[in-house]
Structures are given as structure tokens and as C-alpha cells.
């Protein structure tokens, strides 16, 4: 059984930073992708960014330039580092992971950019 804890949100202010951390109970990082989603309260949960197993990454257009999805295979962690942020990006963050035949996802956690 996989699990994925998310750590390193809190409170911040518009135009802070802040790195948002999954890690897993196994290696699972090194052989799926893994995604960072977001959902805010009354929206739907999106896709915010992904990496791969070979550590290809992607983002949704709303972040590009502002959110950096990386990964540390050897202490099983992906991470999210959040710039610029924005009060529209408070929301709160999950991590997933695609396995076989099933996905695994962390209990979320909490980001809000206020002043």
C-alpha cells in the first residue's frame, strides 16, 4: 500500500513563496508520473503540474513561470515550489500518483495567499 503525505503549506502573502513536499511510502516516484492538483473551495480539483518518471514536467498555463515541479528519487519526495503567489492560487494541494490500475493521492494540503 502506497501512501503520499503532503507538507509545507500555510499562509502567505501575495507575491511570497513557498515549497510544497510529497513524499511516499515507497520508490513509486522513480517508475510513475506524479501530479500536483488544487482545489479551491467551491471549484473543481485541477491539474496544476506533472512530472514524469524521467523527470519530464509540464504545467497547467496559470502557473507557468511561477510553479516548479520537481522530484528527489532518493528520499521518495516530489516537490512543488510556488512563487509569485497569487490569492487565486490559495487552494488546497494534493499530490497523486498514477500505479497499476489504480491512483493513490495525499490528504491535501492547505495554501492560502492573503494579505
Known amino acids: 500500500q502506497v501512501q503520499l503525505v503532503e507538507s509545507g503549506g500555510g499562509l502567505v502573502q501575495p507575491g511570497g513563496s513557498l515549497r510544497l513536499s510529497c513524499a511516499a511510502s515507497?520508490?513509486?516516484?522513480?517508475?510513475?508520473?506524479v501530479g500536483w492538483y488544487r482545489q479551491a473551495p467551491g471549484k473543481q480539483r485541477e491539474l496544476v503540474a506533472t512530472?514524469?518518471?524521467?523527470?519530464?514536467?509540464n504545467y497547467v498555463d496559470s502557473v507557468k513561470g511561477r510553479f516548479t515541479i520537481s522530484k528527489d528519487n532518493a528520499k521518495n519526495t516530489v516537490y512543488l515550489q510556488m512563487s509569485s503567489l497569487k490569492p487565486e492560487d490559495t487552494a488546497v494541494y494534493y499530490c497523486?500518483?498514477?500505479?497499476?490500475?489504480?491512483?493513490?493521492w495525499g490528504q491535501g494540503t492547505q495554501v492560502t495567499v492573503s494579505s
Open positions: 497523486k500518483v498514477e500505479g497499476i490500475g489504480r491512483d493513490y
Open positions: 515507497t520508490s513509486i516516484f522513480n517508475f510513475f508520473p
Open positions: 512530472i514524469t518518471s524521467g523527470s519530464s514536467t
